[in-house]
């Protein structure tokens, strides 16, 4: 299989979540992938999500209802461990589904909502920081 080729950053969608052209950063120094996660309630074995974000707005979300998710520790790099919510969900590079993990974070103060780590990456991408927008700029080609 070939790999394709990514950029550092990129736009990408979340059908399963209807978002669209959402700016994600490509972090090979990260494991786990990460969305923004505004809002979060666990009810009754189901968790309640809305994604929403004021400095990206296109990164705004109805209510999404979960019936499976998981939790998982993430050690940030300052070696800080924390306890997440993990989802699966799809996510679209280069017109192709993929099923990605993402844990739920509070990246408002983030530049990018969504960042997408080695997990996700290997054995389908690999990642030349000199390009940006890849899958993006093949999208709006076609």
């Known amino acids: 299989m070939t790999k394709k080729i990514l950029g550092r ?8 979540l209807k978002l669209k052209a959402i ?3 490509i972090d090979t120094g990260a494991y786990t992938s ?9 009810v009754d074995n189901k968790l ?5 974000s004021k ?14 998710y998981t939790y998982t520790d993430v050690k940030s790099s300052n070696g800080h461990k924390e306890n997440r919510y993990k989802i699966k969900t ?7 589904s993929y099923k990605i993990n993402l844990t739920l974070s509070t990246r408002e103060d983030m530049k990018f909502p969504v960042l ?11 990642v ?4 940006e927008n890849q899958s993006y700029k093949q999208t709006i080609t076609k």
Not at 34 to 42: G, L, N, P, V, Y
Not at 90 to 96: A, E, I, N
Not at 128 to 131: A, G, L, M, Q, S
């Open 9 to 16: 950053v990129d736009k990408v969608d979340f059908p399963e």
């Open 23 to 25: 700016d994600v950063k």
């Open 34 to 42: 990460a969305i923004h996660c505004s809002k979060i309630r666990e």
């Open 48 to 52: 309640y999500c809305i994604f929403e």
């Open 55 to 68: 400095g990206h707005p296109n990164f705004k979300s109805d209510e999404v209802i979960f019936d499976t």
């Open 90 to 96: 799809t996510v679209v590079f280069f017109g192709k």
């Open 116 to 126: 997408i780590g080695r997990q996700f990456l290997k054995h389908k991408f690999l």
């Open 128 to 131: 030349d920081v000199d390009i």
